[in-house]
């Protein structure tokens, strides 16, 4: 498969990469063999293949590497944009009906659907939370492999507090019986493309027992681990009332020994210094999800801290805490956030539209222990792609918009990105079919 499209990827947080009239080639397995100029690589033996990829005859053609978003809610998706002042009584409220509905072979439109608008956003590899359910996470897994794309799934296990009817002990038996048997069905399957993650909920909803038992499944099975971890300040409560022994939030995950290079932590937003020391040392990752945060009230995450502490960052949706799966308004939260941060602290340092696309791609990559697979456009990486019409990012059509740098390209691409530009989706070099 060849591309020929302008080039755009991030490998690091202060490098653009940007080929204006690129070449990509992919091979039979789905490896880029070749990215570059096509001054330097357009041959006549190229020439003469196949046309791979109909763009519209007025696109401007941008390849990027997928979108990697590191932290969502399937089964919330129909729940978007609820208001509600904080996380807790919003979670009651309307997200434990919408996962308590979420059983059953009749969520398969639901789930497709749910799908087609990840790729719709350029969404290339998703790490998810399905709802308590077996035959429902089961069912997500299929789909994902019927539509191509990347993904890591996991039920939601939960002991106390739980929306499933059974009493504690059994609920967590029940839940740990169901998760190794997922965990051993789908991590790696779909030729590594499916990955399982053991996914406790929150220590506000778990036993030490149950989270226990969770990590224990994770080292037997080799698949991974997310939760979320301090990301309002009523839930940091709550977790301190129910493990008083702990020192911290983070404490109770450490004991649980939920931390450890496989583990991704949703929010991460009020730690204490020895709380990063925690996370960092034991090579825990963070999903940064900044429309969440702001659409729940629960705060503004010191994304540098996390950083200079060295624990790995991407960035995540968080449907629906978040209101939307669209990366790029992701990407815009990341960066308005750090610079509200900064009007009240010069000292913050700005997080810049690069560096905001390498959190969602090179960031993610590597906060999911994939970076030598996916996130930029190397030779040598699986071809997860995004092929979009930059003139539909531009206002009027591009008409007036003359052809700019790579800077103002990411830049335009953040604040103006969307569904309405992506013209293609590919997973390891396969088109993801999309209805
Ligand atoms: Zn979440």
Known sequence: MIIRASLLDAPTPDTLRFVEDGILIVDHTGTITTSGPASELLTEALLTEDEVFDAPKDARLLCLPGLIDLHTHLPQYPVVARCEEALL??????????????????????????????????????????????DSTALAFEIAAEKGIRAVIGKMMMDEGSYGEAHPAEARRKSLDETRRLAEQWHGANNGLLDYTVSPRFAVTCSMELMKEAAAIAADTGCLIQTHLSENTAEIAAVRERFPDRSSYTDVYREAGL???????????????????LLASSGSRVAHCPTANLFLNSGLCPLHSLRQAGIPVGLGSDVAAGPELNLWQVMRSAIETQAV??????????????????????????????????????????????LLDLNRVLPLGGRFSPPSDANAIATALVYRGGPHATLATFTRGRRNSRR
Do not use: C
């Open 89 to 134: 009584p919003w979670l009651k409220r309307h997200i434990f009906p919408a996962e308590l509905d979420f059983q059953g072979p009749g969520q398969r439109s639901l789930i497709e659907a749910f799908f087609d608008e990840l790729l719709a956003n350029g969404t290339t590899t998703a790490v998810l939370y399905a709802a308590v359910w077996e």
């Open 259 to 277: 931390l450890g290079p496989r583990s991704i932590f949703g929010h991460a937003i009020h730690l204490s210094d020895r709380e990063l020391d």
């Open 341 to 386: 941060r900064r009007m009240q602290d010069g000292s913050i340092p700005v997080l810049n539209p690069a560096d905001a696309l390498y959190l969602a791609t090179m960031g993610g990559a590597t906060a999911l222990g994939k970076d030598h697979l996916i996130g930029s456009l190397d030779p040598g990486k699986e071809a997860d792609l995004l």
